[in-house]
């Protein structure tokens, strides 16, 4: 297949995505970009649940990052925690209203039925392939990974969980399945 032809299909997969979760978004009055936050905030860890990393993740400006958050949190989505180390940093928590809002999200309308019509052997390759390929991107475009914790350079299992080798601070079995705008692949 030519570069052409992925990149329209690629394309063509992220355009119905997208109006599907705008579909999806609209029964709730949320546009897509403020689903998009909220699944970032329900998959990401305490390191990266900052605006500023919205911001970087979906790649918006600081005012845009500002007003979805706002409406997040008026429709009771998000809550803004102050960090009890520097008062400075503020996390953005969904609330339970809000983690069950991104899991009637998945998966996008019709993926599950599309997928079964493909081998398991078949969906698994793709996965490898999309995952490679997003890498590559993310590298050649010298984009941040935000991949999950426990594939980043800087993860030291231990027995349960593991510790953060830039932080050095220990993480959770949860914790380590989460992204990170830190994490960084080994070299
Ligand atoms: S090990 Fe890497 S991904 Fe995990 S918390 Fe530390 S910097 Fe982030």
Redesign the pocket.
Known sequence: MSVRDTHDILERLSNLFRIEMRTFGLKFGLQPVQIEALTYLTQC?R??DTPQAVGEYLGLTKGTVSQTLKVLEQKGFLRKQQDKQDKRVVHLAPTVKGRKLIQQSFPAKGLEAALKLTSSVKVRELEEVLRSTLRGMQYHNKRKTF??????????PQVKG?V????Q?P?SVQ??QL??????YPQ
């Open positions: 860890n390191y990266s991949a999950a914790c426990q594939t980043c350079r800087f993860n030291e593991a953060c080798g830039l932080t601070e993480l914790e380590i992204i990170c705008r830190e994490h960084q």
